[in-house]
């Protein structure tokens, strides 16, 4: 994370450990839309939502900070960085309450390269994960909605899908088009995505 001063330029950093991300979709999306001066349909899709993240932005008059350099109250800029990568990744989509603040399809890989958009700066970092597993919710209330996981079965293509007492298998695709809302009337909304580092 960093700070940048307004007067002086000094960069101001700070670190902190993680191995997961949470990601506010209406918030993603309010993003893209200004980025592409447009509020067209667009499918959002996971590499929007790193975009979002490593933006610059100006923070307001509570968020701004004394600068150790120029020893002043200065307005200045934030920006998230990501140093290096662990090597399980769990990302949180929030949809809003219900669902109900971002209820469009939001696409992801099951290979992602984070090296693709230069979002880690350590030029030795494995930036490659595949897809593990998918927590989907069914429904339209998180409150009366039902929940199944889908879990990779080993290296292969091949998950486990765990609903209920019932455990079958599915295809990596099958697994995946818990991403769209499909052909029956239970919204399948996936919220939780676990990546795992592909050695």
């Known amino acids: 994370s960093t700070k940048k001063c307004s007067c002086c330029g000094i960069i101001k950093y700070s670190f902190k450990t993680f191995n997961f991300l949470f990601f506010k979709l ?3 999306k309010e993003f893209i839309q200004k980025k592409r001066f447009s509020n067209n349909i667009y499918k959002l899709n996971l590499y929007d939502a790193f975009d979002f993240d490593k933006r610059e932005e100006i923070l307001d008059r509570k968020n701004m900070i004394v600068c150790n350099f120029c020893k002043v109250l200065a307005p200045c800029t934030h920006q998230q960085i990501i140093y290096t990568l662990p090597k399980v990744l769990i990302i949180i989509l929030d949809r809003g309450k219900n669902n109900q603040d971002f209820k469009e399809e939001f696409q992801f890989p099951k290979e992602l390269d984070l090296n693709t958009g230069n979002y880690v700066i350590r030029n030795d970092c494995n930036t490659k994960f595949y ?8 429904g339209e209330s998180i409150d009366g909605g039902h929940y199944i996981a889908y879990c990779r079965n080993g290296p292969n293509e091949e998950f486990l899908c765990y609903n209920d007492s019932i455990i079958f298998i599915a295809t990596v695709n099958e697994a ?3 991403k769209i809302f499909g052909n029956s009337n239970e919204k399948r909304t996936p919220y939780i995505l676990v990546y795992h580092h592909i050695n």
Do not use: A, D, G, R
Request: glycine content about 0%; aromatic content about 0%; hydrophobic content about 45%.
């Open 26 to 28: 209406k918030n993603v």
């Open 176 to 178: 995946m088009s818990s």
């Open 131 to 138: 897809l593990q597993s998918i927590i989907t919710h069914l």
